[in-house]
């Protein structure tokens, strides 16, 4: 199921082994938002207003209570959009009524519902997407703007917002690959974007169908089809992934395994 042949991400050259391909799996079809924690995924159902938890081979993750946890609204706004994780806090945005929000969840308290730690009115209060954390700093990108927020303990400060820099891109897709961030949004290019907010290359070919969300999992990106719920990888690399051969980092696991410094005894 590859899509072979892609020589070169608009002016980002790239070996020519470089694909996408369906993994075979699905996940909720309702999602907006996935991000890989390190050792299991979150993805935010949007219908459902939950976030599911899978492991590396996309089967889910059963905890004390069930594979899903309840992601509360703030006030009169609700739909979870997006999925952003620091090492301790779940982010997304929330949007409606008083506008677009960036809202924090503990998903660790004990209880089958996360708590809502605190929230950051947006910038630009339209947005309605995904976020990406990297380097101490949340990203979100409206109207091709790319906006960068610094996290400062349980405090959220608007640090800067680009230019439209992204053809007006309403970003329904970012992740962060350890360099560049990552973003498109249904029927746009791919934009690759340094963390200081410049566009670094555009791609403009072999782009997953129906992308609402993208994750990289240390390897390679994960993106889903929000029709019809469907991983699939894109790969980066010259040796593509085989399906088959995915890692698993299952079990049953407690939301405390969520935390990126604690290690599950299973998993040492």
Not at 12 to 28: E, F, H, L, P, Q
Not at 244 to 254: L, N, P, R, T
Request: glycine share 8%; aromatic share 10%; net charge negative.
């Amino acid at each position: 199921n590859s899509t072979q042949g892609v020589t070169g991400f608009g002016n980002a050259a790239m070996d020519t082994s470089i694909s996408y391909y369906d993994t075979g799996k699905t996940v909720a079809a309702a999602i907006r938002g996935i991000v890989w924690t390190g050792k299991h995924y979150i993805v935010t159902d949007y219908n459902a207003h939950t976030a599911r938890f899978y492991d590396s081979n996309f089967d889910t993750v059963k905890g004390p209570f069930g594979d899903t946890i309840s992601l509360p609204n703030d006030g009169n706004t609700d739909h979870p959009h997006g999925a952003a994780w620091d090492g301790r806090y779940l982010y997304c945005i929330q949007y409606g009524g008083s506008g677009a929000k960036i809202v924090a969840y503990d998903l660790d308290n004990g209880t089958s519902t996360a708590t809502i730690v605190f929230t950051k009115a947006m910038n630009n209060t339209t947005a309605t997407y995904d976020i990406e954390y990297a380097d101490g700093h949340l990203y979100t990108v409206t109207d091709g703007a790319v906006s960068i927020y610094r996290l400062d303990g349980q405090t959220i400060t608007h640090v800067s917002t680009s230019s439209n820099i992204l053809n007006s891109l309403e970003a329904q897709s970012i992740t962060y690959d350890g360099s560049y961030l990552w973003a498109t949004q249904n029927g746009y290019s791919m934009y690759k974007v340094r963390l200081n907010a410049t566009l670094a290359a555009t791609l403009t070919t072999s782009i997953p169908p129906d992308n609402v969300a993208m994750a990289w999992n240390g390897k390679n990106v994960v993106t889903v089809n929000h029709t019809n719920g469907k991983v699939y990888i894109v790969n980066n690399k010259q040796t593509r992934v085989d399906t088959e051969k995915f890692q698993v980092s299952g079990g049953a696991v407690s939301y405390t395994h969520l935390r990126a410094h604690e290690t599950p005894e299973h998993l040492v």
